[in-house]
């Protein structure tokens, strides 16, 4: 057990490592001359080195990338083109109000979707089941802002019941800041619903069908004692990875909405450093965003051993 | 509009390429093996063809008895008429607008309203579908004949090759799949052919891991083992021998990535780097209308919204649809 937890972990941080280069690459070896990209055609070719020389970028690239590493170890994740300042004191706030939402998001969907799963398994091939599924794929296959604007149209200007943008004023109380999240975790919501409501309908069909729980009904209990007792125990087993996997997720689709609801997070942060080819503050977002996805990875597979008795005995042997 | 019009037959073709006396249709789907076993059992060398095109046909009326299947491919057969002939249908010109009929509610004469700039948004959105349609096919195209290559003969070589592609793909797919394109697209700078080489590579690289994971499980098997005693070449094997007998998953990986090709490009779009304008765009002209919904001009932004949404359920009722039929 210990020695598996070990080698997920090494194995997890070999993925950081890769993801990295990949990140690197894309940011500092494609976009070819930093200094050109920022200055526009029309500068001047020694004012473009002159730029590219204090940026740091006619440097080997070994060097350079060693530079970047190294600092995103000790805490520092460069400093941004667009505002000459450490990308930092702009991404650990914006960081903090991305999983503010994407933690209401989370809130919401996962009772749904585990309850959709359940009844459209016990509704197996009726009407009930299949609505749920088709609406769940569907749902699950429209991106966000496509659904955000419906939604905004619907709830924002037709029925005025929730505010359109997700900022709350400065200073507003605990419940108005939710208040004004909500609106915008619903797209996020309507994406995941589909994933983990599948997930939730496949293992208590599993177990629907297992022997003990045809046992349990043959020896009269009550069917929803045998629901309750012997399905939803082990059915939600593989749903509680998916939801763990689906949080990094979550952190990814902000992207878009954020962008949508101008909402100051790491999506509108990253996607604004990508419109200013602020390439260090790009880097420093799609990191973080894969940090945070490669962790809801870790503790999903961790969880699922953790909380898999036949897996944890196995390994232990 | 060659691309465009390929699109609903798609089903039909691939699906007819099994070809059952090489394949073990049990282990994938038991309903072909129904179909296959009165033939087979005959054992007659000419009953190979009629069983092939009795399968064929099977798929087909199965697929055209869902109407999940009827419904996606009449909403898609819709875009792609929109698509090749959307200047004839748009009554209006897309691009060029009229300054004094801006921000027009929906009416009579403009049935979707106009736009900020006075452009008609009903032309807008009929024309809008062609870029989409067109990037997206050819992105997933490149990707899937890509995918099948690396995939063919990295499940079939194996080895370290195997190895080093496995750990680098996990790392790449450790983000989602929007977020790598859309660094990889910001990188070199967002255009058509930008869009259509960067999705399909990244998506040769996911397909290329499913093609994969199927010949893994085809290559243990007899009829393998046999066109290596006839002493066939090893690229004989992988695209005469495997290639037939993976192309179920190929198909139904190709359907799932024509709807995610989609979703990627209209949400690169709507983050302004998809297509440029002033080419409508459905996920562009929603970027740019969206600051004016708080005015109440939803309809500038709801209609091009309805129409991504229509498209990508559309795709996906299909492709759930063919994969019902095939693995079923």
Known sequence: MALYLLKRLGLALLTLVLLSLIIFFACQVLPGNPGRAILGPFASESAVNALNHTLGV???????????????????????????????????????????????????????????????????????????????????????????????????????????????????????????????????????????????????????????????????????????????????????????????????????????????????????????????????????????????????????????????????? | MMAGDELPDVPAVTAGTKTPLEDDPALRDPAAALVVAPATAGGAAGAVDVSAREIRWEYLRLLLRSPAFLIGAVILLWWVVCAVFGRAIAPYNPVAGSLLQFNQPPSSAHWFGTDSLGRDVFSRVIVGARDILVISLVATVLGTVAGTSIGLVQGYFRGVVDNVVGRIVDALLSLPVVIVVFLFVVAVGASTITLILVIGLVFAVIIARTVRTAVLQERELDYVAAARLRNESNVHIMFAEILPNVSGPILVEFTVRLGYAIFTIAVLSFLGFGVQPPTPDWGADIANSSQYLAAGYWWQTLFPALAIASLVVAINLIGDSIEAVLIQ
Do not use: C
């Open chain 1, 58 to 317: 006619d440097r080997p690239l070994l060097s350079q990338y060693w530079t970047w590493v190294s600092g995103i170890v000790h805490g520092d994740l460069g400093t941004s083109y667009q505002f000459r300042a450490p990308v930092s004191t702009f991404l650990w706030p914006a960081l903090g109000r991305s999983l503010k939402l994407a933690a209401v998001a989370f809130v919401i969907v996962v009772p749904i979707s585990i309850l959709g799963g359940v009844v459209a398994a016990l509704y197996r091939g009726r009407a009930v089941d299949r609505g749920i599924s088709v609406a769940g794929l569907s749902l699950s296959t429209i991106p966000e802002f496509v659904s955000g604007v419906v939604l905004i149209v619907v709830f924002g200007l037709a029925l005025k019941v929730l505010p359109v943008t997700a900022s709350a004023p400065a200073g507003s109380s605990f419940p108005t800041q939710l208040r004004y999240l909500i609106l915008p975790a619903i797209p996020l919501v309507l994406i995941l619903f589909g994933y983990i409501a599948r997930m939730a309908r496949a293992g208590t069909i599993e177990a629907l069908d297992s022997d003990y729980v045809r046992t349990a009904t043959l020896k009269g209990l009550p069917r929803s004692v045998v629901v309750r007792r012997h399905v939803l125990r082990n059915s939600l087993l593989p749903t509680i990875t998916v939801i763990a996997t689906q949080t990094g997720y979550l952190i990814g689709g902000l992207l878009v909405v954020e962008t949508l609801f101008n909402y100051p997070g790491l999506g509108r942060l990253t996607v604004t450093a990508a419109t200013d080819k602020d390439f260090p503050m790009l880097a420093a977002g799609v990191l973080v965003i894969g940090v945070v996805y490669l962790m809801a990875t870790l503790v999903a597979d961790v969880l699922y051993t953790v909380l898999n008795p036949r897996i944890r005995l196995q390994r232990a042997e």
